[in-house]
């Protein structure tokens, strides 16, 4: 079962520069999240949506843009890359909003 | 805004014995998660815990939720080398369309 899938794993970019993060879920769940996990720290939201064609902000949701086109996917996008958003990136999805989240294996970004 | 404090953020264990990480929160809420990471792993999902009172058991571990007291526990019973890992405690505030705030973690190291 694949789950939740993020692609790349594994990215540096170069202060400035832009990218786009995949995450697709394969379980028709309607919920979908972008977290960011720092050292010492747990997992921030970023942005999240509650259904195909919508998209909310969640704590920290400055430098990135989100866009759900389909149900299945979400993507996590990055304008302007800066070294503060330097991070793993996690994608998660759940059925309701009441139900666990299942999580990808990360991304894993370094931004020099 | 919602405060998740977990505690101990660090502990290390002997196989055998048995130890509780608490979990306290900040405001009204009806929801707590527990998670796990193992290192450089994504998040796997242990529990949900949807109303006061509710106590659940998954082999050594088991969590219980106190809305009154805002508070969870994790115990551990005869600990075991493979529960080391990062936990996770995360909230959802009452009434929100899902934001959940995450615990910093507790990393626990089981010694033989």
């Known amino acids: 079962n694949a789950g939740v899938t993020q692609t790349p794993k594994f990215r540096v970019l170069k202060t400035g520069q832009s990218m786009t993060l995949l995450c697709a879920q394969d379980?028709?769940?309607?919920?979908m999240y972008w977290y960011r996990q720092d050292p010492g720290m747990g997992l921030r939201l970023i942005h999240y949506?509650?259904?195909?064609?919508?998209?909310a902000k969640g704590e920290v949701p400055d430098g990135y843009n989100v866009s759900r086109l389909k149900k299945q996917n979400f993507l996590l996008g990055l304008e302007s890359a800066a070294p503060s958003q330097t991070s793993v990136y996690f994608c998660?999805?759940?059925?309701?909003?009441?139900?666990?989240?299942?999580f990808g294996q990360g991304t894993r970004l370094t931004v020099v | 805004e919602l405060k998740v404090e977990q505690n101990p953020l660090f502990l290390s264990m002997q196989e055998g014995k048995n130890y509780t990480i608490y979990c306290n929160y900040s405001t009204t809420s009806d929801r707590l998660y527990w998670y796990r990471q193992d290192p450089g792993k994504s998040l796997e999902s242990l529990f949900v815990?949807?109303?006061?009172?509710a106590v659940k058991q998954e082999g050594r571990l088991m969590a219980s939720l106190d809305t009154k007291a805002r508070l969870s526990t994790l115990h551990i019973t005869a600990a075991v080398h493979d529960l080391s890992a990062t936990y996770f405690c995360?909230?959802?505030?009452?009434?929100?369309?899902?934001?959940?705030?995450f615990g910093s973690g507790t990393q626990l190291t089981v010694l033989p």
């Open positions: 998660a999805s759940s059925r309701t909003a009441s139900d666990e989240a299942f």
């Open positions: 949506s509650v259904g195909e064609g919508t998209t």
């Open positions: 379980m028709n769940h309607e919920y």
């Open positions: 815990l949807l109303s006061n009172g």
């Open positions: 995360a909230v959802s505030p009452a009434g929100s369309a899902r934001q959940l705030t």
